[in-house]
């Protein structure tokens, strides 16, 4: 149980979220309490078809009020952003709308970004990372008003097995990033931060990128498998 309480507040939707009730357990299990939920409206999206889902079915699980009851916090309505900027020690990014640049801004808002961070940005970086051969992992970085672009605090390069196929990997690499966003106050305490050169951010992967990106695998597992020899 936490007897310093850091004042914290997440980040999420007005919807069930898989994502915030994962992290918001593994808080409450490690002994936060009275974590509050920053909620945005939430517009269902259209559906997008895709070669791979890199990441489990998002819209799902408790909703909200459910969760800070349980935990003893509160919902607040996003429109009073304003007010709060102050009353959090750290806003814990789980899902959300854009930001408006002078809360993203504010120097206080952490996120887990599915990237090694500024190697890959944007959209669909687990894709993007093994399409383009580029080293796989997740960055806890606090945001600003650009993409992906926020001081980087800690990276976490996700391991490569040989018994691996590519539905292990991805789930791997989400688990991570929950990890991280859960443990945020330990690993701000203890930054591990590679030295990457700086690449474009990314949109959505395209399905016929998506068919070379599920080709392109054998070789990107064989350039970052872990030596069993070590």
Known sequence: MH???TPICLLSYDTPHLKTAQVMMGLHNRGFRNIDLLVMPFTKRPERTVAFQHRPSQFEGPDPRSLVAFNGGKIIEYEHWRALTKSYQWFLVCGSNLIEPEFSNCGRILNVHAGLIPSVRGLDSFKWAILNGLPLGNTLHKIDEHADAGEVLYHLPTPVFQEDDIQTLA??????????LTNFDSLLNSKSIMTL?????????????????????????AKYTQDRGR
């Open 171 to 180: 789930r791997r690499h989400y688990e991570n990033e929950i990890w991280m």
């Open 197 to 221: 050169p700086e690449q474009p951010a990314t949109m959505r992967m395209p399905i016929a990128k998506e068919s070379e990106m599920l080709s392109a695998f054998d070789a990107f597992k």
């Open 3 to 5: 007897t310093e309480q």
